[in-house]
Structure formats: structure tokens, C-alpha cells
């Protein structure tokens, strides 16, 4: 019955609760926006930094991680392949044979690494295509190499010009082999731009007599927030002859980077928390003071003191409930428009981006965690803060509060 | 009448100039908490890797060639003593070449120091963990990572070969005993890099009494592009690089934060408006009564905007000098204590390149248009409850 | 002469004559041997002091025609796909020489054995029945080595090194070397089997045998050139 009388009381002053409610209202809109632009912006930059070469996940040779040397290749076995590819959560792998070796144009040698890709395969996860400045991409049979800016200037080569690889191959054979420049890509950071070399993964074999072998599967997932559970699916579904990484494991420097941004953050969303808390608690003490004689006078004709609280508080209930609710379902097309169509930067910021060929965008998140986690913190503070006004009534003098 | 206005009913006073208050305080805090936050990330790049600036000929980078020596380096070396702005700067000579040992070998940086020098502007000293750092006994005394340590497993005392290539392009080889073992935060170039003294570089590479590479540690960090100007002025001929330029991925950081920052800051604004709104509007719903009876004694309209806007000026007003003051203090506070980030260990931390807490710096510069900022806000917040007061008929007011 | 009238570095100095002479040119085969895996190069050799070196490889076919060049302080490479000459920088070269178990440095041979350390006698061995001097190395403070001293046996009759082990600083057995199946080649009596086994890894090893060596027969300093590496193919 109290309930009910709770819902005629909102219904009678609707302008009251419409502003109570709109506190909430704005609370949980506010919240939920920073919420998902910042998981947004983070997972952007985490994408970024790891889809360009590491890749989310990467599945090696026991062992290799630890000494990266060719005799700690594998042989590719079709059905590898598809435990990998059966695994939930997986989108696509892609195979590499990494190695060292000197590239030389005869007077000038410098050491480099060769990355053996599959380029159809590679294209879908890191885009290499994407950082072509000049020429053209590798194809799966086809001769030549990708060299990175930074190498290519190094050598003093230019596109078409012929270099030399040399180094030392599976098994201790030497590697050696000439190869047409056919492409150059760019890199935004100087530890690959400087290094790096791509060509065929057939080349590559050929390259360090392995054939058939390499030392790694890059791995593409679908949803990045189920990266751990995903690495331990991989690990259960292959035997102890490999070793499944994640970047995390792989790059613990960038990830410790984007781990402290990321929760340096969170004091943030905590003072916005604090400003909107009082933006409720602002409401709540007027609608206290506007009450007063009213409650005073239902006090005084006889209602028990623990009854007008239950109903006090649930009123507020009532309301704080609904503001999340509207709130939510507000803020999910605002997100769903940030996410279509993010924040663009622009100035040094976006220079910055672009040179390492990272799109200067600030999207949002669509993970319904966003949405939730921050309907429920607000709902909590508007439950906390409804105690306030329960306290006040529990400590009223009718006589006081009616007095004018 | 406004101001006795205010008086009258404390509490909804109490609860706008606390909001008000509370908003300042909070963008202030932003901004001091990512001040702080860019400050610490800038500071280790600058204090212990790369410095502000550093100077090279400008062949040098391209190979790390050692024939690349900064001609005419008594000149410069002058004009640099003379500058006031620079706290101090140091003279490398360097090359790449081979460290082996029985356990194996590794590709690594050998920088050839200065070490009093080297102290001051990369502070290398801080960062030994084990040993003494170099002494005057002899002369091939090595200081390597502790990340190359562990790899190659060598420890204090142990003997190391480095291998190089001299001015004349032929391969030398100088034996070295570890007198150092240093950490720093960061791991990965710990393990490339590694300091002998610098004549005994010298000796091995043929470039005696010659220099590489100034590397420049300022007085504060604003005067770099000054500095930057004045130098290049003088000596056209080097390549001067300040750490932006050496270390793009700070910049890209750091730029992030800085964006998202003001995001931040844009919503905090917005949620500040809302809550003074609220309260505005609440405010005005409780005085109807008091309104109605006003404007039937007369006041009009305009009069009654009025009176509310100056009502707004004076809260927001008293309010602005106190969210100044707590921002102020608990910065200041945690400026002296530090603000520790206790979720994460400390170790997994400082190997990747920064220190867990955060120093907040008071942002100064920004104090003005902070202040505009909220103020502008608190009074635009309060147009839409006063004309909605403009609205109440006096008859309705007073029955109510 | 009696043992006591050599001193422990006279004999060293003898041994290294012995297998080394003026000039030298070799063919060898080198096995590289592990836990799984294992493999064989056939390699000729020239050799004029420490100064100069030049190994072709001959067998197996895809690594025909290669030739190492060592020349005073400057190492080259000739790869015959490539034509092209390539100079090894240090700072690139990986520390094991082909995938032995043999370094870049025993290739390069910086040290000389006799000049860069210090010699003293610590007793007599006996190596496949063979009764040997059991000499201590320990490098001069400014060579350049890894090694923090050696434990050569040579063996009295003929002055040849029959084994050697190799200690870090902190006196770890790192590696041992072992010479045996003693033969006369070209009038001189040497070991034609050498075995390079690392302490640290199990069932691996280096071995190399002489199939045929030639001693002192003159070689130009200017055969050791870059244009001789051409000309093998």
C-alpha cells in the first residue's frame, strides 16, 4: 500500500520528481558517455599498437619466445590450422617465418629482419597493404621484397634496386639470396621502420632452407575483450609443443602504458561520479526543505515515523530507477552516433597519429558493459544518497517542521 | 535585496555555491591530476633517457658511422658553458658493436661517457643497483643492464669483450670488467645499451679528444624551443633534436592524454551545468510562494530576472575562491605525498618506463579560463529556471 | 732437451708451430652433431700466420663456392648466387661460425697463443696412453677473450695440444677440445681429428678431420684477396 502511495506522491508533483529524476537522468547519461569513450579511446589505441605487427595472440614453438632462433620453427600442419581456427572467438591466423639476416648492397651491410608473411592472409589482420608508400604488395608466389623506409634509406637503395640477404639458415645451412626491392612501407615507430623486410612466406622458407616450417601464427580475434579466455581456449586445444602469447605478454611495456592511462582515468569518472552525486543530493535536500510541512503535518496526525521514511525512501526508489533507465536508453543512440561517426582530432595530435599511420579518431564503445556498469553505480549513489532524506525524517519534530 | 536574498535560505545557498565549488574543483583536479600524469611520463624520457636536447653531426644518425665526429666541438662546447639556460650537458662517443662473453653474445650500444657529466644529465648513477658506478682505478670498466645481465648471466666483476669497428674500418676488440650492474625504467634499453669511459672508447674507435654526441639537460623544460632557436642560430651545421623528435611514441602518448583530457573537462562542465540547473530549478519550485508574493507586489519581470541572475553572480562568486582553494590544496598535498596507483605492482610498473605515482601539478596557466569556464556555465545554467520563474502567475504562486 | 730446460711457453710455442707452420692448406670435413639433427661440409683451407685465412666450402651443394676471407683485421664473405662480396661488420656476426660450435673468434684468431697469455707447467696427464705436459694459460690483462684461463695437455714426445679445456672466470668449464687419430701428413706428425664439445649441452658437438694438409708451401699475401674468392667459381 506504501507503494502505491509512493507512486501517487511522484505523480502529484510531477515537477519535482521530473527534476529529481533528471538529475539521474544526467548522471547516468554523462557517466555512461565518458565511460564508453574512454574504453573506446583505449581500445582504439590498443589496436592500433598491437594490430600493426604483434597481433592480439600469437602461437609459437615451445620455447621460441625465449630464444628466437630458427631451429625453434615448427612445421605447418594442416590440422593445427584448424584446431587454431576452430577455436571460439578466433577470426583468422596468418603464418610468418621471422628470422635475422644481414642485407647488404655490397659496400653497405646492415642487419635486418626478414618477416616471411602469406599476404592474403596477412592483409586481414595487420593491413600491412595499408603502410605501401611506393610500389606495390607481395604476392604468394610471386619474387621480391617490401623494405621498410628507414632500412631502405639506411642501404641507399631506391624501388627496383636489387639487395642481398645473407645469414645463417635452419640447421646451421647458410642463407643467401638476391631480391628485387618491389615495395616500401612505412612505419610510425623507428624499431621496425629501421629493420624490417617482408617477403613471401614460400621465399622465406626457400630463403633459410625450412621448408614447410615456420615460427609463428599471428591470430585475429573477434572480440577483444574475451582475449585471456581465448588464449587459454588455444592453449587447451593445441599440445605442450607450443606456446600461445598474448600481447600483453609479448609487449608488457605498452601494456603497462595503456594499463596506467587507463586507470588514471578512472580517478577521473570517480570526480565526475562526485559532481554528479552532489547534482542528486542537491535535489533531494530542496525536495527535504519544500517537504517539511507536509511531513511535519503527516507526523503529527499520526503516521509512524518508520512508515513516511519507507515511503520517502521509496519514492526515491521509484525515481532513481526510472532516471537510470530513461538515461540508459538515451545514451545508447549517442554512443551508437560516436561510434558511427567518432571524434576526429586534428593539429599536432593528429600529426602525430598519422605518422604512424594510426587513423586520429576517438571512438566510443558499443560493449554493453559501459551501459550497465555505470547504470548500476549511479543507481547504487542514488540509493545511498536516498538515506539521507530517510534520516531526516527518522530525526523530525512535526511542531518544528510546521512552524512557518 | 539579492544578496539578503541569499542569506535568508542557507541551505539551497550552501548547496549551489558547493556545486559551483565542486565544479571548479573538479576540472582543476583534472587538469592537475593530467598535468601531473604528463609531467611523470615527459620526466622520465627526459631526465633518464633521451634529455632535451641532443646534438649530433648530422651524418651521424644515419649509420652511427663513427667517423661522424661533431666538428669544430670546442666552439660549441663554449657557447653551451656560456648558456645559462642549460643546467648541464655531456659529451658521448659512440658505436655499435658486439659484447661476448662465454655465455654468448649480444648486439649492443657502447657509450663512451664522461662520468661526473653523465650523472648530472642522464642520471646514471641513480641507476645502479649493484656496485659502485665507475672508480679511477682502471680504465675498461663497463656498466651494463640488468636485462643483459640476467640474458648473458654475468655478474659484478665479470669479464666481457666488446667488439667494434674503428675509424679505419678495421675490427677491434678491447676486453672490459663489469664494475655495474644499472636498472632503469625501461627495460628494453637497458638491454641495448651499455657505458664504458669514454677514453677508452676513444682508444678502440681512433677518435681521441672527439665527440659524438651532446646530449643537453635544461634548466626547466620551457626553455627548449628558446634554446633549440639559439643553437641552431650559432651552429647551423648539426642536427639538433629535442626528445620530441627522439621519441615520437611519448609525444603520440602524451598527446592522447591531453585530447581526452579536455573531452573530460567538456563533460565535466556539462555535468556541472545540469546539477546547478537542477538546483536552480528546485530552488526556484520551493521559493513559488515567495516569488508569487513579490510579484504581486510589484516587481516585474525584468526586475525578477534580475534579481535571480545577481543571486547566481554571488553564489557562484563565493563559491569560485573556495573550489579554487580545496583544488589547490589537495593537489598541493598530493603534490608532496605523491598519488599512488595501488593496483598494479610496482615492479611490472618501473620496468616499462614509468614510475607509479603521480605527482598533480597545479595548473596555473589554465586558472582563468577554468574560472570563465565555470562561471559562464553557472550563470548560463541559471536562464532556463529563471524564465520558467518568469513564468509562475502570481495568483497560482500564492494559492500553491 | 729435458722438460726442465723448456719453459712451459716454449712448448706452447712448439705445439702451435706444429699445427700451424708458416703457411698451411687443408682439406677438412666438418661435422656439426645434435641431440637432433646433424650435418657435414667439406671445406679447403689456406692459412698464412694469424694474419690470413681463406676457407671455401665444397660440399653440400647449396652451400658450394662460399668462401670465408680473413685479412688482417677485415673478415669478407663471398656468396656465389650473389656474386657479390659482403664485408662482415662485428657487430653482426652471429657468435657461432656456420652453426658450429666453433666461434667467430677461434675463425679470427685475434689472440695468438703464445704472445697473449701467460704459461706455467701444473703437472703431467696422460691422453690416450700418451704421457703430456699439463700447462695452464691464463690471457694477459688486455686480451681480448672470453676466457678466464685454459688447461692444455700436450703431449711430451711430439709436441702436439691433445686436449684443452676452456674455463670462465669463475672457474665454470665451458668447453673442451680434443685432438686424436694421430697421422703424418705432409712429413709432419698431427692430429687429424678435432672434436669441440660445449659443456652445457648434451649430445653436441663439433668435429672437425683433416683429410689433407699441406705445410709451408709459399703463399702470396696477395692471394688472400677478394678477386681469389671470385675466381673458385
Redesign the interface.
Known amino acids: 500500500m506504501l507503494l502505491q502511495l509512493a507512486w501517487k506522491n511522484l505523480w502529484r508533483n510531477s515537477?519535482?520528481t521530473a527534476?529529481?529524476m533528471?538529475?539521474i537522468f544526467?548522471?547516468v547519461l554523462?557517466s555512461v558517455?565518458?565511460s564508453s569513450?574512454?574504453t573506446g579511446?583505449f581500445d582504439n589505441?590498443e589496436k592500433n599498437l598491437v594490430s600493426f605487427y604483434a597481433g592480439y595472440i600469437q602461437v609459437h614453438k615451445n620455447g621460441y619466445w625465449e630464444e628466437q632462433i630458427l631451429d625453434n620453427s615448427f612445421e605447418v600442419a594442416i590440422n593445427n590450422e584448424g584446431k587454431i581456427l576452430s577455436t571460439p572467438n578466433v577470426e583468422s591466423a596468418t603464418p610468418r617465418l621471422e628470422s635475422f639476416a644481414?642485407a647488404?648492397t655490397?659496400n653497405?651491410?646492415?642487419?635486418c629482419m626478414v618477416i616471411g608473411i602469406d599476404p592474403e592472409k596477412e592483409r586481414k589482420i595487420t593491413a600491412l597493404q595499408n603502410r605501401i608508400t611506393q610500389g606495390r604488395f607481395l604476392t604468394a608466389s610471386g619474387e621480391g621484397v617490401i623494405v621498410a623506409e628507414g632500412l631502405l634509406?639506411?642501404l641507399k637503395l631506391k624501388l627496383n634496386d636489387t639487395l642481398?640477404l645473407?645469414g645463417?639458415g635452419y640447421?646451421?645451412?647458410?642463407a643467401?639470396?638476391?631480391y628485387i626491392i618491389i615495395g616500401v612501407v612505412r612505419f610510425?615507430?623507428?624499431a621496425l621502420n629501421d629493420k624490417t623486410l617482408f617477403m613471401s612466406l614460400f621465399q622465406a622458407q626457400d630463403l633459410y632452407?625450412a621448408e614447410n616450417k615456420i615460427t609463428s601464427y599471428v591470430i585475429a580475434i573477434k572480440n577483444t575483450a574475451n582475449l585471456n579466455s581465448t588464449s587459454v581456449a588455444l592453449k587447451n586445444n593445441l599440445n605442450s609443443n607450443f606456446e600461445v602469447m598474448t600481447w600483453g605478454e609479448m609487449m608488457?611495456?605498452i601494456k603497462?602504458?595503456i594499463?596506467?592511462?587507463s586507470?588514471?582515468?578512472q580517478?577521473?569518472q570517480i570526480?565526475?561520479y562526485?559532481?554528479?552525486s552532489?547534482?542528486i543530493?542537491?535535489?533531494l535536500?530542496?525536495?527535504i526543505?519544500?517537504r517539511r510541512f507536509e511531513m511535519g503535518m503527516l507526523v503529527a496526525i499520526g503516521m509512524k515515523k518508520k512508515a513516511l521514511a519507507f515511503l520517502i525512501f521509496m519514492e526515491s526508489i521509484l525515481t532513481v530507477l526510472a532516471g537510470c533507465f530513461l538515461g540508459i536508453l538515451a545514451s545508447i543512440p549517442i554512443v551508437y552516433y560516436l561510434h558511427a561517426y567518432p571524434?576526429r582530432?586534428a593539429g599536432?595530435?593528429a600529426e602525430?597519429?598519422e605518422?604512424?599511420g594510426f587513423e586520429p579518431i576517438?571512438p566510443t564503445s558499443l560493449h554493453p558493459n559501459n551501459f550497465i556498469s555505470q547504470g548500476i553505480i549511479v543507481c547504487i549513489i542514488g540509493f545511498c544518497l536516498s538515506l539521507y532524506p530517510v534520516y531526516r525524517v527518522l530525526r523530525l519534530n512535526p511542531v518544528e517542521a510546521m512552524r512557518r | 535585496m539579492a544578496w539578503r536574498n541569499i542569506w535568508r535560505n542557507k541551505l539551497r545557498s550552501l548547496v549551489i555555491i558547493l556545486s559551483v565549488a565542486l565544479g571548479l574543483f573538479a576540472g582543476l583536479m583534472v587538469l592537475s591530476i593530467y598535468k601531473g600524469m604528463l609531467r611523470g611520463r615527459v620526466r622520465t624520457v627526459i631526465d633518464s633517457e633521451v634529455s632535451h636536447i641532443q646534438i649530433h653531426d648530422s651524418n651521424f644518425k644515419k649509420d652511427y658511422d663513427p667517423i661522424y665526429i661533431i666538428t669544430q666541438s670546442d666552439e660549441l662546447i663554449k657557447a653551451l658553458k656560456k648558456n645559462q639556460d642549460i643546467k648541464s650537458f655531456s659529451v658521448r662517443s659512440i658505436t655499435q658493436g658486439m659484447l661476448s662473453a662465454t655465455t654468448g653474445s649480444a648486439g649492443v650500444q657502447i657509450n663512451g661517457v664522461l662520468p661526473l657529466e653523465e650523472n648530472i644529465v642522464s642520471q646514471l648513477a641513480k641507476k645502479i643497483k649493484i656496485g659502485n658506478g665507475f672508480t679511477d682505478h682502471k680504465k675498461n670498466e663497463i656498466l651494463i643492464g640488468k636485462k643483459l645481465a640476467k640474458k648473458l648471466k654475468l655478474k659484478l666483476g665479470g669479464k666481457i669483450v666488446l667488439t667494434i669497428t674503428d675509424t679505419s674500418a678495421e675490427i677491434v676488440s678491447g676486453v672490459f670488467r663489469i664494475v655495474s650492474i644499472f636498472e632503469s625504467e625501461n627495460a628494453p634499453l637497458d638491454e641495448i645499451n651499455v657505458y664504458v669511459k669514454k677514453d677508452a672508447l676513444d682508444e678502440m674507435l681512433g677518435t681521441t679528444n672527439q665527440i659524438h654526441e651532446i646530449a643537453i639537460r635544461l634548466n626547466s623544460d620551457e626553455l627548449l624551443g628558446a634554446t633549440v632557436q639559439q643553437i641552431q642560430k650559432q651552429f647551423k651545421q648539426y642536427q639538433i633534436e629535442t626528445w620530441e623528435a627522439l621519441s615520437p611514441e611519448t609525444v603520440l602518448m602524451v598527446d592522447t592524454i591531453d585530447i581526452t583530457s579536455y573531452i573530460i573537462i567538456g563533460i565535466i562542465l556539462f555535468a556541472l551545468a545540469f546539477g546547478i540547473i537542477n538546483t536552480m530549478l528546485m530552488a526556484i519550485l520551493e521559493r513559488t510562494k515567495e516569488i508569487g508574493m513579490m510579484m504581486a507586489l510589484g516587481l516585474n519581470k525584468i526586475k525578477l530576472f534580475q534579481l535571480i541572475l545577481l543571486e547566481t553572480i554571488f553564489l557562484t562568486t563565493i563559491g569560485t575562491p573556495l573550489g579554487l582553494g580545496m583544488a589547490w590544496g589537495l593537489t598541493n598535498y598530493y603534490h608532496q605525498n605523491g598519488l599512488h596507483w595501488e593496483s598494479m605492482s610496482k615492479e611490472l610498473m618501473s620496468s616499462f618506463g614509468f614510475s607509479t605515482t603521480i605527482y598533480p601539478e597545479f595548473p596555473f596557466e589554465k586558472i582563468g579560463i577554468s574560472m570563465c569556464f565555470v562561471m559562464l556555465t553557472a550563470i548560463l545554467s541559471c536562464i532556463y529556471p529563471a524564465i520558467k520563474a518568469l513564468h509562475l502567475q502570481p495568483v497560482d504562486a500564492l494559492r500553491k | 732437451m729435458t722438460a726442465q730446460s723448456q719453459t712451459a711457453t716454449d712448448i706452447i710455442k712448439k705445439a702451435d708451430e706444429k699445427m700451424r707452420g708458416n703457411t698451411s692448406q687443408g682439406l677438412l670435413v666438418i661435422k656439426t652433431i645434435r641431440p637432433t639433427w646433424s650435418r657435414e661440409m667439406q671445406v679447403r683451407t689456406w692459412m698464412k700466420g694469424t694474419e690470413y685465412a681463406m676457407i671455401l666450402i665444397e660440399s653440400p651443394v647449396k652451400e658450394k663456392g662460399i668462401v670465408f676471407l680473413k685479412r688482417k683485421k677485415e673478415v669478407w664473405n663471398w656468396v656465389p648466387t650473389l656474386e657479390r662480396a659482403i664485408k662482415l661488420p662485428p657487430s653482426m656476426m652471429t657468435n657461432s661460425w656456420m652453426g658450429t660450435d666453433f666461434t667467430n673468434d677461434d675463425l679470427v684468431k685475434e689472440a695468438s697463443v703464445v704472445e697473449d697469455y701467460t704459461h706455467r707447467f701444473v703437472g703431467d696427464t696422460l691422453i690416450n696412453q700418451k704421457p703430456c705436459y699439463l700447462i695452464e694459460m691464463i690471457p694477459k690483462p688486455n686480451t681480448a677473450v672470453v676466457w678466464g684461463r685454459l688447461v692444455v695437455s700436450i703431449d711430451k714426445k711430439d709436441f702436439l695440444e691433445l686436449y684443452t679445456e676452456f674455463y670462465d672466470e669463475e672457474g665454470v668449464l665451458i668447453n673442451i677440445m680434443r685432438a686424436s687419430e694421430i697421422k703424418i701428413m705432409d712429413g709432419r706428425l698431427i692430429p687429424t681429428r678435432l672434436e669441440m664439445i660445449p659443456m652445457d649441452k648434451k649430445n653436441q658437438k663439433t668435429e672437425i678431420l683433416y683429410k689433407s694438409v699441406l705445410f709451408n708451401r709459399s703463399i702470396e699475401d696477395h692471394y688472400f684477396s677478394i678477386e681469389k674468392m671470385k675466381q673458385f667459381n
Open positions: 515537477n519535482r527534476i529529481t533528471a538529475a544526467f548522471a554523462l558517455i565518458t569513450l574512454k579511446i589505441l644481414l647488404s655490397g653497405i651491410t646492415k642487419g634509406k639506411r642481398v645473407i645463417q640447421h646451421g645451412t647458410t643467401a639470396g638476391k610510425g615507430t623507428p632452407s608488457p611495456e603497462q602504458h594499463q596506467t592511462d586507470n588514471n582515468m580517478i577521473v570526480i565526475l562526485l559532481l554528479v552532489f547534482g543530493f542537491g535535489t535536500l530542496m525536495m526543505a519544500e571524434i582530432i599536432k595530435a602525430a597519429y605518422r604512424f576517438f
